[in-house]
């Protein structure tokens, strides 16, 4: 059974900075999707950056991600990471750490990290 626990979410004033962890347990295939999405109140869920691993490993970023945030995984420790600078208050949402088994028909997902950006 896989499991995802994410960490590090909390409040922080606009232009600072929160790194976000996420923890996957169980039976991990080598070749991959994780990543993390985010939901704020009242609006659908949305990506914000995924990587891929497996040979060589690809990041992909929203656009409202670029040039703030930064994707990493450590594929021993079997975890991903964000780490998010400049933070603006539209960036307030509960975050969802996301991992794809490539092969495999289901998703999963952690039970979410709420960040506020607020003054």
């Known amino acids: 059974q896989v499991q995802l626990v994410e960490s590090g979410g909390g409040l922080v004033q606009p232009g600072g900075s929160l790194r976000l962890s996420c923890a996957a347990s169980?039976?991990?295939?080598?070749?991959?999707?994780m990543g993390w999405y985010r939901q704020a109140p009242g609006k659908q869920r949305e990506l914000v950056a995924t990587?891929?691993?497996?040979?060589?490993?690809?990041?992909n970023y929203a656009d409202s991600a670029k040039g703030r945030f930064t994707i990493s995984r450590d594929n021993a420790k079997r975890s991903v990471y964000l780490q998010m600078n400049s933070l603006k208050p539209e960036d307030t949402a509960v975050y969802f750490c996301?991992?794809?088994?490539?092969?495999?028909?289901?998703?999963?997902w952690g039970q979410g990290t709420q960040v506020t950006v607020s003054s």
């Open positions: 990587t891929i691993s497996g040979g060589v490993t690809n990041t």
């Open positions: 169980g039976t991990i295939f080598s070749r991959n999707i």
């Open positions: 996301y991992l794809k088994l490539l092969g495999q028909p289901r998703d999963y």
